[in-house]
C-alpha cells in the first residue's frame, strides 16, 4: 500500500478503535442515509423527460406500438386510460418516424389519405363511397383540433343524384363530439362546429348540421334551434349581469358590502327585420325637364244647329256663327326620389323588472325612494316600455353565512395546529439529532480526557522519584504545565509507536531493510 495512504487509513482506524458499538452505528447510519440520498438525487437529476409519441390511440394500435418499443428497448410510460404513450423527449420525433414507416398507428390512416389505396379497377360506388369516408375523416381531425374536444365523429348524408326529379334534397350531417371534462362549448362555438362542417360540404346549409355530445345533449339540431336558443341565452344573461353589477357596485358603495341584493329580468327581442320606404319631392326652383305646348282656333258661320233636343224631337236651338280656342301644355319636371332602408337589429330590450332587497338589519339609512330613482337610473329603466322596479327592505338570513365563517376559522385553526404540530415534530427531530451528536461528542471528549489520564498516569509510573521533588517544590501552575507537557510527549510517543506498528504490519520486508542499513551505518 502506498505510504501516502497508510497514514490517513491508520488513523481513520484509530478513530474507529475509539469509538463504541452506538457510535459506530450511528456513523454507519449517516454515511447510509447520504448515500442513498445522493442515489436518489442523481437518479432525479439523470431522469429522462417524457412527452406524449401519440395521444387518443386504439387498443390496438396502442398495443402494437407498445410491442415495437418493447422489441427496441425503449423505456415507455402510459399515464391513463386515454391512450396516450410517452416516451423520452429526446427519442419523439425518431420514433414517431419510425412507427410511420411501420405503418402505425393504423387508425391514422383516415381523411384523404383513403384515396391513395385506390386501384383501377374501383367501381363508381366504391369511389363515392371512399370519398365520402375521406371527407368524414377530414372533418374529424378538424374538429378535434377544437380546445376542448377530444374526439370527434362526422356522418355525412349525401343525397343520390336524380335526373327527373325537381324537388332537390341537400346533403345533411351528424356530429358527436367528445369533451374533455368539465368543458361545455359556448353558443358561439357550437355554431362555428355547424358553419365549419356545412361550409366543407357542397350544397349543405348549417340548418341542416346536428351536433351532440358525447352525453347525448343536443347541442344543435337541424332548424338551428339549438345554437341559436343557447346563444340568445347566452346574451340574455350576460346583458342582465352587466346591469345588475352596475346597481350592486353602487348599492354597496352606499349601503355597504352585503346589505343590498338586485336581480335584473330582461326580455330581449332578437328578432331581425327589414324596412324599406320611398318618398318623393318636386323642386320647383328647378326647370322641366320637357315642355311641349298644343292650341287649336275655330271661326266660321252658319253653323249646325245646336241645342237642347224637346220633346218632339226637334232641336231647341238656333244655328249662327260659331268659334273656339283650345291650348294645353305638357311639362315634364324633375322629381327626387329617396329609399330608405331600415334594418332593425336583433337583441333590443323589450322589457325589464329589476328587484332591490335592502337588509333592514343592516342599519341601513337610505329610503327605499331614493334606492328605487337611483337603481332606476342605473339600469336606464324606461316606464313607458313597461318596465317595473321593486324595492324591498327584510332582515337578512346569515346562518349560513355565520356558519359558513365558523367552518372558514375552524379549518384556519385547524390549518395552523397543523402547521404548529409539524413544526413540533421536525424541532423534535431536530433536536434530537442535535443530542445525539452533542452526546456522541460529548462522550469522545470524555473518552479522550480519560486516555489522557491514563497516558499521564503511565507517565508518572515511568518518571517514579525523578518528578516527585519537581512536584513537591513546583507550584500549582508549574504542576499543571508539567502535566500537560508530559501529556502531550506521551500522546506523541504513543503515536509514533502506533505509526511505527502500523508500518511493520504493513511493510515489513521495507522496514527490516532499513534497519538492517542503520545497524550498517552504526557499525561503520
Known amino acids: 500500500m502506498p505510504a501516502a495512504l497508510a497514514g490517513p487509513l491508520d488513523r481513520v482506524r484509530a478513530t474507529l478503535a475509539t469509538l463504541t458499538f452506538a457510535q459506530k452505528a450511528t456513523v454507519i447510519a449517516l454515511v447510509l442515509g447520504i448515500a442513498v440520498g445522493g442515489f436518489v438525487f442523481v437518479r432525479w437529476v439523470t431522469a429522462p423527460t417524457y412527452e406524449p409519441l401519440f395521444s387518443n390511440l386504439s387498443s390496438t394500435d396502442a398495443s402494437a406500438i407498445v410491442d415495437e418499443l418493447n422489441a427496441e428497448g425503449v423505456s415507455y410510460q402510459l399515464p391513463d386510460g386515454s391512450g396516450t404513450i410517452m416516451v423520452p423527449k429526446d427519442q419523439v420525433y425518431s420514433l414517431r418516424l419510425t412507427m410511420a414507416g411501420l405503418g402505425l398507428p393504423a387508425g391514422s390512416d383516415t381523411g384523404y389519405s383513403l384515396l391513395d389505396e385506390q386501384g383501377i379497377t374501383t367501381s363508381e360506388f366504391e369511389q363515392q363511397t371512399t370519398y365520402q369516408r375521406a371527407l368524414e375523416g377530414e372533418l374529424s381531425n378538424t374538429l378535434e383540433a377544437i380546445d376542448g374536444v377530444t374526439a370527434a365523429t362526422v356522418h355525412i348524408a349525401m343525397p343520390k343524384d336524380e335526373v327527373f326529379v325537381t324537388d332537390e334534397s341537400k346533403p345533411k350531417a351528424s356530429v358527436l363530439l367528445q369533451l374533455r371534462p368539465g368543458t361545455d362549448l359556448s353558443g358561439e362555438q357550437v355554431q362555428s362546429v355547424t358553419h365549419l362542417v356545412s361550409s366543407s360540404v357542397d350544397g349543405m346549409e348549417p340548418d341542416q348540421v346536428t351536433v351532440s355530445d358525447s352525453t347525448g345533449r343536443l347541442l344543435s339540431s337541424e332548424n338551428g334551434a339549438g345554437a341559436g336558443s343557447q346563444a340568445q341565452a347566452d346574451d340574455t344573461s350576460a346583458f342582465e349581469q352587466r346591469l345588475a353589477t352596475n346597481a350592486q357596485n353602487m348599492l354597496d358603495r352606499a349601503l355597504g358590502a352585503g346589505n343590498a341584493v338586485v336581480t335584473v329580468a330582461a326580455s330581449l327581442d332578437f328578432d331581425q327585420s327589414n324596412s324599406t320606404s320611398q318618398t318623393y319631392s318636386y323642386p320647383q326652383e328647378l326647370p322641366a325637364l320637357a315642355e311641349t305646348t298644343s ?195 506521551a500522546l506523541e510517543r504513543q503515536r509514533l509507536r502506533g505509526e511505527i506498528t502500523s508500518m511493520i504490519e504493513a511493510q515489513p520486508d521495507a522496514v527490516a531493510s532499513t534497519l538492517r542499513g542503520w545497524l550498517a551505518e552504526s557499525r561503520t
Open 295 to 489: 292650341t287649336e282656333q275655330y271661326t266660321g258661320t252658319g253653323g249646325a244647329a245646336a241645342g237642347v233636343l224637346g220633346t218632339d224631337g226637334a232641336a231647341a236651338g238656333q244655328g249662327g256663327d260659331g268659334s273656339y280656342n283650345r291650348e294645353s301644355t305638357t311639362a315634364n319636371n324633375p322629381v327626387d326620389t329617396t329609399t330608405t332602408t331600415t334594418i332593425a337589429a336583433p337583441g333590443s330590450v323589450e322589457r325589464l323588472t329589476v328587484s332591490v332587497l335592502m337588509n333592514s338589519a343592516g342599519g341601513a339609512t337610505v329610503a327605499p325612494g331614493t334606492v328605487q330613482d337611483l337603481v332606476s337610473n342605473a339600469v336606464a329603466l324606461d316606464p313607458a316600455r313597461g318596465d317595473a322596479i321593486t324595492v324591498a327592505s327584510m332582515a337578512f338570513d346569515t346562518s349560513a353565512a355565520d356558519a359558513a365563517a365558523a367552518d372558514l376559522a375552524a379549518s384556519a385553526a385547524a390549518e395552523a395546529s397543523d402547521r404548529m404540530w409539524s413544526l413540533v415534530k421536525t424541532g423534535s427531530i431536530v433536536g434530537g439529532l442535535l443530542l445525539l451528536v452533542a452526546l456522541v461528542w460529548w462522550r469522545n471528549r470524555k473518552r479522550q480526557e480519560a486516555l489522557a489520564d491514563e497516558d499521564y498516569e503511565a507517565l508518572e509510573l515511568e518518571a517514579g522519584d525523578d518528578l516527585d521533588p519537581l512536584m513537591v517544590t513546583s507550584t500549582r501552575d508549574a504542576r499543571l504545565d508539567l502535566r500537560t507537557s508530559a501529556a502531550i510527549e
